[in-house]
């Protein structure tokens, strides 16, 4: 039994033996641990093209006509052929003044005109007969001057008839209140039954703005003006002013959808303010745009070659703006630059800082820092000749 102990714990220390031998040469052939590849960053060089730029400014929209109708004879509202707000047509009726006494007034006075052209007829007619018989010595020359008198007499009365059916028939159109132009009315002011006319209180109907095209007033400073005037050929007054592009966006929306002409620029500076006054007009014919919006101009100033980058590859801090840079032995550099407009496509011009041979990290930023190494991959190269 003895014997027996002695023999498993020999078997044992051989097994530990060999286990502790085979973990010991094993730890001899592994290789040490090789330190990480640099991160995958993607690099691309600042592109060049022609850039625009704008002086953007604010301003205010206004209908190009505003009328406010009128009742110019006084009768009761007969009538209200539209509903409040809505677009109306040139020339379509609107209001119907009780025309009746206007139809009598009218029928009278072209009556008066008949009687005078018939008083003028006679009174020719007796003219010529009394001086044929004052050149047979069978009437007096008192004869001839009063039917002369009569004549001239009846010819003026004429006139006067003339002009009161005139004035008749005026007044009878007057109860007819039609639409100046094509435009949005504004709600009625008097309802049918009312007696308009009468006084200046019940005088105004309603308001009519024409909207189609329609103008964005804004301001230029002196400063901004001195931009426009020097890079652009372009002088106040010049006749060839509604050449010019004009763009405009309103509250909410966003960039500058509507695109216009520039209309109209003041002959002088205010000294007030040291701004010249501008305006734009602009295609409505949906009439979206309403007088009295707030609107954003942008009026294109110059346009010159530019060095542009990704707007994302472009960060900012307390020293300003700027991009990451990679260098020839793959190093990250933080590179300060000043930067212009952001053009549609979310590129960013650069106005300072770059060269133009610069290798830009335009993705994978959180994998890069000032001072790290990166694997620099190009992406989207430019086509020849715009780098």
Same mark, same amino acid.
């Given at each position: 039994m003895h014997c027996r102990k002695k023999t498993i714990v020999k078997e044992a220390a051989a097994v530990a033996v060999f286990l502790l031998s085979f973990f010991c040469c094993a730890g001899c052939?592994?290789? $040490?641990?090789q330190p990480p590849l640099p991160p995958k960053v993607s690099v691309s060089q600042p592109l060049q093209r022609k850039v625009t730029y704008y002086l953007e400014l604010t301003g205010n929209t206004q209908a190009i006509n505003t009328v406010q109708l009128v009742a110019r004879v006084q009768g009761y509202l007969d009538k209200v052929f539209f509903h409040d707000g809505q677009m109306v047509k040139k020339g379509q009726l609107l209001f119907l003044i009780q025309q009746n006494t206007y139809q009598d007034a009218l029928r009278q006075a072209e009556g008066q005109v008949l009687t005078q052209q018939a008083q003028l007829k006679y009174a020719q007619s007796q003219f010529l007969r009394y001086s044929n018989l004052l050149t047979a010595n069978a009437a007096a020359q008192s004869d001839v001057d009063n039917w002369q008198y009569q004549r001239d007499s009846a010819e003026a009365n004429l006139k006067t008839a003339s002009a009161n059916a005139a004035t008749a028939k005026l007044n009878l159109g007057y109860t007819r209140v039609v639409s100046p132009f094509t435009g949005r009315i504004d709600r009625r002011l008097q309802d049918p039954g009312n007696v308009v006319g009468s006084s200046s209180s019940n005088t105004n109907l309603a308001q009519i703005s024409q909207v189609d095209p329609i103008y964005v007033y804004f301001n230029v400073s002196d400063?901004?003006?001195?931009?426009?005037? $020097?890079?652009?050929?372009?002088?106040?007054? $010049? !006749?060839?002013? !509604? $050449?010019?592009?004009?763009?405009? !966006?309103m509250t909410g929306e966003e960039g500058y959808p509507h695109s216009g002409r520039l209309d109209f620029a003041s002959i002088s500076v205010t000294p007030t303010t040291g701004t010249l006054l501008m305006r734009g007009t602009f295609p409505n014919a949906a009439g979206k745009i309403m007088p009295g919006l707030y609107a954003r101009v942008r009026v294109p100033v110059e346009t010159r070659m530019a060095q542009l980058v990704p707007a994302t590859a472009v960060g900012s801090d307390q020293q300003g703006s700027y991009v990451l840079v990679v260098n020839a032995q793959n190093t990250v550099e933080r590179r300060t630059v000043k930067t212009g407009p952001l053009e549609e496509d979310s590129l960013r011009v650069i106005e300072e800082g770059l060269s133009g041979n610069e290798r830009i990290v335009v993705s994978a930023l959180l994998k890069a820092h000032p001072g790290s190494r990166v694997t620099p991959e190009q992406e989207n190269p430019a086509p020849k000749g715009v780098r």
């Open positions: 052939k592994r290789e $040490k641990p400063s901004d003006l001195a931009r426009l005037t $020097k890079s652009a050929d372009w002088k106040p007054g $010049k !006749g060839d002013v !509604g $050449k010019w592009p004009v763009s405009a !966006g």
